[in-house]
């Protein structure tokens, strides 16, 4: 299970990545990685580059974990690749299509997955559709992108350039407000300070901005968490500010996209 409050399941068919932008600096994962090889951990014993990974932080495929879903009876929200990106450069197609077919075979799982280089999304999954003979996008798939600073908000352009049962922004870690944000093709967004060691401030005025958006453009907002120099300023309950209750009212709000508030 998971602790992320968007999600319940995780689930790791490749595992390592490389920073690319601002929001990669505090990586949890790559901290993550670095404790899992020194403990021994089968799945992180490839390192990565020092210069944009770390140890235990290379990309790598995991085969045998491919068929984990299907052991799965109860129907659940699942974030693919905690622990990497499924589209960076170095996870071949045919992998992601091996991801794909597994999802397809699992339609009582919701698979949610987040990447931080959406432009490659359009021209993989042609090939990966054209692979499964696929004519429309698989219905439990979710696909998102993450946003950081305005100077990434062209991610979600390119994601609203692929096909989708529903498409999402990540708006953690938020580390400035997003003025360029184009929601109208975007079915849910996520928002959230960030937490750990190192973490940088959030002010809540850039989460206030974007619930506005939201509600301008018909996206369903998730406020996740307020970050940890939140929470440290205002005494909250939880180190990573991730307590509604201990929120201004007016952000307390966590909702699914419409088609599957039901099951959220």
């Known amino acids: 299970m998971s602790n992320i409050e968007w999600t319940e399941q995780t689930w790791n068919p490749t595992t390592g990545c490389d920073r690319i932008s601002p929001g990669c600096d505090n990586c949890y994962a790559l901290t993550m990685a670095k404790r899992l090889k020194g403990m021994g951990s089968a799945k992180y014993q ?12 290379g990309i790598t495929t995991h085969t045998d974990t491919l068929t984990e879903p299907l052991r799965w009876k109860k129907p659940r929200k699942v974030f693919v690749n905690s622990m990497s990106d499924l589209f960076h450069a170095r996870v071949p197609v045919e992998f992601i299509t091996d991801v794909w077919r597994t999802m397809h075979a699992t339609p009582q799982h919701t698979y949610q997955i987040l990447t931080k280089r959406p432009a490659r999304l359009p021209r993989v999954l042609d090939r990966v559709y054209e692979t499964l003979d696929l004519n429309e996008p698989l219905p439990n798939v979710w696909l998102g992108t993450s946003i950081e600073t305005d100077d990434h908000a062209r991610r979600a352009t390119a994601l609203s350039h692929t096909l989708a049962a529903v498409r999402f922004v990540s708006a953690e870690p938020l580390l400035g407000p997003l003025p360029s944000l184009e929601l109208d093709d975007i079915d849910w967004l996520i928002l959230g300070g960030e937490s750990g060691a190192g973490a940088r401030s959030l002010e809540l005025q850039w989460i206030a901005d974007l619930l506005a958006a939201a509600r301008r453009s018909g996206t369903a ?5 307020l970050g940890s120099v939140w929470a440290r300023e205002h005494n909250a309950s939880d180190s990573k500010g991730g307590k509604p209750d201990d929120w201004p009212a007016e952000l307390r709000v966590r909702e699914y996209p419409q088609n599957l508030r039901a099951a959220a």
């Open 221 to 225: 907002p998730f406020v996740k968490q």
């Open 46 to 57: 490839t390192d990565g580059d020092p210069r944009t990974s770390g140890p235990g932080f």
